[in-house]
């Protein structure tokens, strides 16, 4: 994915998969398409997903990148 949506969610009372799904929801109703992945900083995923560094919420699969910074989220299309 070279082109995404940043959305930041720093609020503490949510958890990871609905700040995923609120930034999903944005950039459906901006950009009128379903986005299928969300890069998160690494951080985020430790103790949730199924132990491989990937969580899927919804049809969004949320992978771990470097270079995005904690509470940040990058979503946007790329082929599988």
């Known amino acids: ?12 009372r949510r ?3 609905e700040k995923v799904m ?3 929801a ?3 109703d901006k ?6 992945v969300c890069f998160v900083h690494p951080s985020m995923l430790e103790g949730n997903g ?3 560094g ?19 989220f990058w979503v946007g299309v790329t082929d599988r």
């Open 26 to 28: 944005y950039y459906r």
């Open 22 to 24: 609120r930034a999903v």
């Open 50 to 52: 199924n132990g491989n």
């Open 54 to 72: 990937k969580l899927k919420a919804g049809d969004v699969e949320v992978r771990p990148g470097r270079a995005i910074l904690p509470d940040h």
């Open 15 to 17: 958890g990871i998969e």
């Open 31 to 36: 950009y009128g398409r379903q986005p299928n």
């Open 1 to 12: 994915m070279e082109v995404g949506l940043l959305w930041l969610d720093n609020d503490p």
